[in-house]
């Protein structure tokens, strides 16, 4: 009897309390969160996907870096540039990089094809897009759209091989998407969050002549009739602050509500294009991020090929 009762003693002692238990089980869910298993065709598509674009990013978008290097005098470096130290490019480094960038692409697409060389040809790319940003955005202008896709060209590495056919689930996969999708939201908290900051208040930006200031500078016909009436750009202003605030419901919807919502902040994206000649399409194309790749047609005939 009295050793029945010392053992059952030692093991009520041995027991962690609830107290400390429920912190643990939180963060593990956490973590199981961010980790999430997805298939590693998700990851290989969302790859040759994000890296495709990059060409239209150097030769269209940003690309004014070459630009830029005839006039280094101008180059006023980011945070992350003065900490590498990183110096203005020469029209020669300039365009050699622009080059490097391209034959990269070319590289890393064909190492996700071929299911070799992942990591290396990712990291290599990864290293010269910045060199590329960090020098565009050195000259004035550091552009928000940018965050989702410069998280994404770095996270993508180091997800390992991942290649269309391959259907098996990979927490590496599951987090570097993640990441993509964590950056994707803060693209629209943080522009919520300088909203409020700028203006003082919750209400101050909402509230404020913006939409008529920017319709008159660059508006288009689409939009222009706009400007006849004020409260319908004030009803507007609330919609995109609180739909920015919302934002981050998306990392928990699923099915055709995930897809309603992507579906409303990519036709806000396409509106703002027609109507003020602004696009987001870097933050655009990390929306596939969330989406189930491996589904598309191409990719399941290739994996049965």
Not at 57 to 86: D, G, K, M, N, Q
Request: one cysteine or more.
């Amino acid at each position: 009897m009295t050793g029945g009762t010392t053992a059952s003693h030692q093991s009520a002692a041995s027991r962690p309390p609830a107290e400390a238990s429920e912190p643990r089980g939180r963060a593990s869910a956490v973590v199981r969160w961010f980790v999430a298993p997805v298939p590693r065709a998700r990851l290989a598509v969302f790859r040759i996907l994000l890296y495709a674009f990059l060409p239209l990013e150097i030769l269209w978008i940003r690309a004014s870096v070459v630009a830029h290097s005839y006039v280094p005098e101008l180059y006023r470096p980011t945070w992350l540039a003065r900490a590498l130290h990183l110096p203005p490019l020469t029209p020669e480094v300039a365009i050699a990089l622009r080059w490097g960038i391209l034959a990269l692409v070319v590289l890393a697409i064909a190492a996700v094809l071929a299911g070799r060389w992942q990591r290396t040809t990712g990291w290599l790319l990864a290293g010269a897009f910045w060199v590329w940003m960090l020098n565009s955005m050195g000259f004035g202008y550091v552009s928000h759209d940018h965050l989702a896709i410069m998280v994404a060209i770095t996270v993508l590495p180091t997800a390992g091989r991942a290649t269309l056919g391959d259907t098996r689930p990979s927490e590496a996969a599951g987090w570097a998407l993640r990441s993509v999708q964590l950056a994707v939201v803060a693209t629209y908290v943080g522009s919520a969050v300088l909203k409020i900051l700028r203006a003082g208040s919750l209400w101050g930006w909402p509230t404020s002549a913006v939409f008529v200031w920017a319709i008159t500078r660059r508006g288009s016909a689409l939009i222009r009739w706009t400007l006849d009436y004020p409260w319908l750009l004030v009803i507007g202003q609330w919609g995109l602050f609180l739909l920015e605030l919302a934002s981050p419901v998306v990392l928990w919807l699923r099915g055709r509500w995930l897809y309603l919502m992507i579906g409303v902040f990519l036709f806000f994206h396409l509106m703002t294009y027609l109507s003020l000649g602004i696009h987001f399409l870097p933050t655009v194309v990390c929306w596939a991020a969330f989406l189930p790749l491996e589904r598309l047609p191409f990719v399941r005939r290739f994996a049965r090929r």
